[in-house]
Nanobody
Framework: QVQLVESGGGLVQAGGSLRLSCSASGGTFSSYNMGWFRQAPGKEREFVAAISWSGSTTSYADFVKGRFTISRDNAKSTGYLQMNSLKPEDTAVYYC?????????????????WGQGTQVTVSS
């Protein structure tokens, strides 16, 4: 099973940007669909974005459309989440996930492998 490690989180002021990375090992990264989820204290884990194995299809949660961009570089076995115009409500632990399948998915239970998470904190 593919193993995932997130990085790139940190503290940023509202309106700023961060780019999260998700490095994969232990499998053929290009065979997996990839997603990003986040979880704030006291809240349920929620879908952020997903991308197909080829990178040709993407899906975004409504609250990040126009601000976040998901991408992947299969040659580097790495996925990315570019986050612009960050808001305090974006503060959460962000997780990358991977699944074998034909289509992208927005439900956490559809994903087979998860990273450890990286903290993103946006100050006002």
């Amino acid at each position: 099973q593919v193993q995932l490690v997130e990085s790139g989180g940190g503290l940023v002021q509202a309106g700023g940007s961060l780019r999260l990375s998700c490095s994969a090992s232990g499998g053929t990264f290009s065979s997996y669909n990839m997603g990003w989820f986040r979880q704030a204290p006291g809240k349920e884990r929620e879908f952020v974005a997903a991308i197909s194995w080829s990178g040709s299809t993407t899906s975004y949660a409504d609250f990040v459309k126009g601000r976040f961009t998901i991408s992947r570089d299969n040659a580097k076995s790495t996925g990315y989440l570019q986050m612009n115009s960050l808001k305090p409500e974006d503060t959460a632990v962000y997780y990358c996930a991977a699944r074998l399948g034909v289509r992208v998915a927005i439900n956490a239970y559809d994903y087979n492998a998860w990273g450890q998470g990286t903290q993103v904190t946006v100050s006002s």
